[in-house]
């Protein structure tokens, strides 16, 4: 998802993506969500149960047992949440050119 998105959001959406945004890859100095870690995130209407299917940029990534653990908590903290599911996956694979705009000028890489 990129930022140019998150301007159609509606404001719980943007408050739980906030959210993912607090979350920091331990190796990389920019949030998961704009190193393109989260591949889906659903929101139930009704419920408002959230999902979130990420991945990590290695599977020998140390925090792997964490990261998603992390991401539940944080998710969990937006007022108005139900229950929070984080699904971890590792296909596709991870690569630089999921990284956002913001992360590719914040690693200076634009």
Request: with cysteine; charged share 25%.
């Amino acid at each position: 998802m990129e930022s140019n998105k998150q301007t159609h959001l509606n404001p719980f959406e943007a408050r739980i993506i906030a959210a993912i945004k607090s979350v920091f890859d331990p190796e990389i100095p920019v949030n998961i969500y704009d190193l393109g870690l989260i591949y889906n995130l659903q929101i139930d209407e009704e419920t408002k149960d959230v999902y979130v299917l990420m991945t990590l940029t290695s599977p020998n990534c140390p925090v792997a047992e964490d990261m998603p653990d992390q991401v539940r908590d944080v998710v969990k903290l937006v007022e108005g949440v139900g229950s929070v599911r984080v699904e971890l996956t590792f296909e596709p694979p991870w690569d630089k050119d999921m990284l956002s705009q913001s992360a590719l000028l914040e690693l200076g890489l634009l």
